[in-house]
């Protein structure tokens, strides 16, 4: 018996014609969600993919995401102003503010006037952000504690009622609404910040925003190119739907381009999670499931593409076996499919 062609089977021209043109659909389809994603007003983000995930693995999800109930950049910490007086601030936020006008002054050499006036607007900011933690201390505080026991009620009692996972998920997005417009409001003082200390440089630089990331949106591995988790995460998606779509489409390592596929997939089920009982029900609008969504139909179709040489057949993976390929399988004992 020699290796795999105990398994050997003849396909038609038909069957291969078609097969072919499975293969291309199917990158075409991931290509096109790849490189839409690049559009600036598609405002894609993994965070509104991952920050929905429901059933068993949630919570592996919301993990992939920097701070997503917001209660590190809402840490209020006692401080004290240039005349020494006790004070309330939002520390991660002040650190981060703190950390970029350093590098605005350094980088952009005020000279003495400048430097001045970046200074009157960095304390103006700040002002304005300790003055927030003193108004919204107290209820940041109370929804902190409202949170941390309603994740203790959940790992304490856990209960898998209909009934009980409607409240538990309304309850989340209720916190997470919470955090998410104290955080656009700080967010929103950083970039005018930002926006008015580029104004001193040059008139035409107002409106810079983005520049300033707090500690936790950090990515783990610093980076001058990619500072924040976020947009890594992001472009790691779009970068990965797109090259895994381009391969299959003209066969290039097709094998490995229909596996990194599976795996996309296997994650978007695992996020949508289509079981009967699992709160929040997928919209109609998308489509009506049974444990075997459209996405699981596709995984199945990625699998079984990866399975036969497809990438041979009509594709550049025709050239990598005929001219190394076949001698590397030999080498290793796999044989000739």
Known sequence: MNNCKCFAVRIGICGVVLIVLL??????????????????????????????????????????????????????????????????????????????????????????????????VFNHYLDSLRGGAADIGSDVEGFKASLKRYDEMKKAQPNGAEYEQVRRWDAMMKYRGEAGAWLKMLDGMGDGLQSDLAKIVSPQLQGDKGRI?????????????????????????MCGLSAIGFCMIIGFCNRLACLGG??????????????????????????????VSKDAVELIAMIFLAAVPAGRWGGLDYFLWNFGGKKIAARFGLGEE
């Not at 990515?219 to 976020?230: E, L």
């Not at 994650?267 to 049974?290: E, K, W």
């Open 262 to 291: 599976a795996a996309f997939l296997v994650n978007v089920i695992m996020t949508t999670f289509p079981v009967p009982g699992v709160h929040p029900p997928l919209p109609s609008a998308v489509g009506n499931f049974l444990f």
């Open 23 to 120: 293969r291309i659909a199917i990158g075409w389809h991931f290509f096109y969600e790849g490189i839409h994603k690049f559009d600036p007003a598609a405002d894609f983000s993994a965070k509104g993919f991952l920050g929905i995930a429901k059933g068993p693995a949630a919570q592996l999800y919301y993990d992939f995401l920097p701070d997503i109930d917001g209660t590190k950049r809402l840490e209020i910490a006692d401080a004290k102003d240039s005349k020494g007086k006790e004070i309330k601030t939002f520390i991660v936020y002040e650190n981060a503010w703190n950390d970029y006008y350093q590098r605005f002054v350094k980088r952009n050499k005020l000279d003495e006037n400048q430097k001045k006036e970046a200074e009157a």
């Open 213 to 237: 990331i707090t500690k936790p949106e950090k990515a783990m591995v610093p980076n001058p190119i990619i500072p924040r988790q976020m947009d890594l995460l992001d472009l790691s998606v």
